[in-house]
């Protein structure tokens, strides 16, 4: 299939395709942890393939068998009525490659309100752009890939492999979970593909990271009787300004693979800070601050390194016994993805966007980390991530760039027919 092919394909099916964005986003699908909306979006997905000559599996992750004892399994998330949906449209003849879509039918919750936008699940359009939470990350890129799927069974588009969308759940706040039961039931390909938000770079590289809390503790009070109470607020200012700095010294440091011309991959983003009694409460110092932080990691690094990088950065407060500071993960560690440049499936994904776009693509590093890894971690399949362009991901006012959802559904459509062959 050529770039025109393909081109004409989506087009004829364009109403289609933005009917799909929108009703997906008018679905909240949001993870409250330890629960999630992700059964409305799943319905309007199961009901678009309805009358599709494709195999639908749907399950909730926690009744894949074994998967708790899993090492990569992260405990104390609610599935109840939480499925992942399997949509597989078989092969035709026999001898191509299969290919996988994975993409999260959940979303960061509607915060922070209000929206200038309008109601953050309006889907209204405007302007070539599509609002609302979840447009951009990552509805848009869950119906490109049920278009392509749909598509190719009803035009009976020859394929020599499965294509297989893996609609999961519990992917925000590194849950992980939905991806690796997709994996662990035998959802799996000879390359995934992972429209994450990435504007229209192919990244087959991703960033990883962590959630931490630092917490300082103290007597509490107030010093009527001249004695010195250490103020927990002010040792964790102090370590926070420490993190600055540990931010800024390894970013200096060399980068691996596409990050290696980067000059600050690896961002640490204070995400909460909490201290005293608020509203009201005493006039006195807290027994107790909180700053809870993300730090991202690159390709290559594991769990045990980047806390040996942490504990040396605060060490000097962490051995202070005149204030106390600890420092612990709360979030399971997100690995990089680390597949190849010049993996055959990442050339041919960028063969297929140069075709589309008419303009020479390369690869990039992803700017956010994610579900990715997994493929790399536990399977033969490597994993690389094309999405569309859009803005405000996680923040108030999202959207998606809807000439960029062409683009993306012509290149994946182009890749998925030829990649199968
Ligand atoms: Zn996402």
């Known amino acids: 299939m050529d770039a025109k092919q393909a081109r004409e394909l989506v087009k004829s099916e364009w109403d289609t395709l933005v009917g799909l964005t929108v009703d997906l986003v008018r679905a909240p699908t949001e993870n409250r942890i330890p629960h999630g909306d992700e059964i409305n979006g799943q319905k309007i997905l199961a009901d678009f393939f309805s009358g599709c000559a494709v195999d639908i599996d749907s399950f909730e992750p926690d009744k894949v068998s074994g998967i708790s004892d899993h090492p990569d ?3 104390g998330r609610d599935y109840t009525d939480r499925p992942n949906l399997i949509v597989t449209r078989r092969a035709t003849s026999k001898g191509g490659r299969s290919l996988v879509f994975n993409g999260h039918m959940d979303t960061v919750t509607r915060a922070p309100l209000p929206w200038k936008s309008g109601d953050p699940f309006s889907g209204a359009v405007r302007d ?17 890939c049920a278009m392509v799927i749909k598509i190719i069974a009803e035009k009976g588009i020859e394929t020599g492999g499965d294509i297989i ?15 690796l039961a997709a994996i662990l039931k035998g959802h799996v390909g000879a390359l995934a593909i992972i429209p994450e938000p990435t504007n229209l ?12 809390e630092l917490i300082a503790e103290g007597a509490g009070g107030v010093a009527y009787g001249g004695e010195t109470i250490r103020n927990p607020i002010s040792t964790l200012s102090e370590a926070i300004v420490m993190l600055g700095q540990y931010e800024t010294d390894i970013n200096a440091k060399p980068h691996p693979g596409l990050f290696a011309t980067e000059c600050h991959p690896r961002d640490l983003v204070f995400s909460k800070l909490m201290a005293g009694d608020s509203p009201g409460g005493n006039i006195g110092i807290p027994i107790e601050a909180r700053v ?14 980047l806390h040996g990088e942490l504990r040396q ?12 500071l600890r420092l612990e993960p709360t979030s399971r560690y997100l690995s990089g993805a680390d597949t190849p440049a010049d ?6 994904l960028l063969e297929a966007l140069t075709a589309v776009t008419g303009k020479t693509q390369n690869t ?13 971690k536990w399977t033969s399949t490597p994993s690389v991530h094309l999405g569309p362009l859009g803005g405000n991901a996680h923040g108030s006012d999202e959207f998606v760039d809807l000439e960029s959802l062409e683009i993306l559904t012509t290149t994946l459509l182009m890749h998925a027919v030829n990649w199968s062959l």
């Open 292 to 305: 809870e932080f993300f730090i991202q990691t690159l390709p290559g690094m594991i769990e045990g390194e």
């Open 201 to 212: 770079k192919v990244c087959p590289q991703t960033r990883g990271g962590q959630v931490f």
């Open 313 to 324: 950065a605060l060490a000097p407060m962490l051995s202070n016994n005149a204030a106390p």
């Open 165 to 179: 969308l893996q609609s999961v759940v519990d992917e925000e706040n590194a849950g992980a979970n939905g991806t």
């Open 128 to 144: 070539g752009k599509l609002f609302g939470r979840g447009s951009y990350d990552m509805k848009a890129g869950v119906a490109a």
């Open 73 to 75: 399994w992260w405990r």
């Open 343 to 348: 993996n055959v499936g990442v050339i041919t």
């Open 364 to 376: 990039a590093g992803a700017t956010f980390g994610g579900d990715g890894y997994l493929f790399n």
